[in-house]
């Protein structure tokens, strides 16, 4: 993992373990002060051996999952996401989408963008998201009185 400092902002790049790492990519970019912010990379529908899903489904659950374990990564869960966006290549697969993400995803959903792209190496979905945690347990709530000074 790999932390900068500016002023009362640490980034934290990492990449969870049992994901694939490369020095080109990041699954992640936390950014914390007083509360945490995490920025999650795209994530595509290619299973464990590397090798796309065979349908629409199936590449979902699989860059659902990888989400999921990025938030795990950073101590998060889906219930701190704040915003996602999420690529299709056709948007007739927002239905068969919406289907598989309604087990990963939180209820009621967050602010959600979704977009069409042309499909590469057989990918049919991408989806990345932004999470928030104010006064976590990782990251504390500080009671700044400002209006006293």
């Known amino acids: ?86 690529y299709l290549t056709d948007e007739y697969l927002i239905g068969p989408f919406m289907e598989v993400g309604a087990g990963f995803l939180p209820t009621p959903p967050q602010a959600t963008t979704a977009h069409s792209f042309a499909e590469i190496g057989g990918l049919v979905v991408e989806s990345n998201i932004i999470v928030y945690i104010w006064g976590s347990s990782n990251y504390p709530l500080i009671d700044l009185d400002l209006q006293g000074h």
């Open 1 to 86: 993992m790999q932390r900068w400092l500016f002023s009362n902002i640490v980034l934290r790049k990492f990449t969870s373990p049992g994901m694939v790492s490369s020095d080109n990519y990041n699954q992640g970019v936390e950014v914390t002060s007083f509360q945490c912010m995490l920025f999650v990379s795209g994530q595509v529908g290619i299973g464990p051996d590397g090798i796309p899903g065979k349908d629409i489904r199936e590449q979902t659950e699989f860059a659902l999952n990888k989400l999921n374990k990025v938030l795990a990564g950073a101590d998060m869960d889906i219930n701190d996401i704040v915003k996602s966006t999420i």
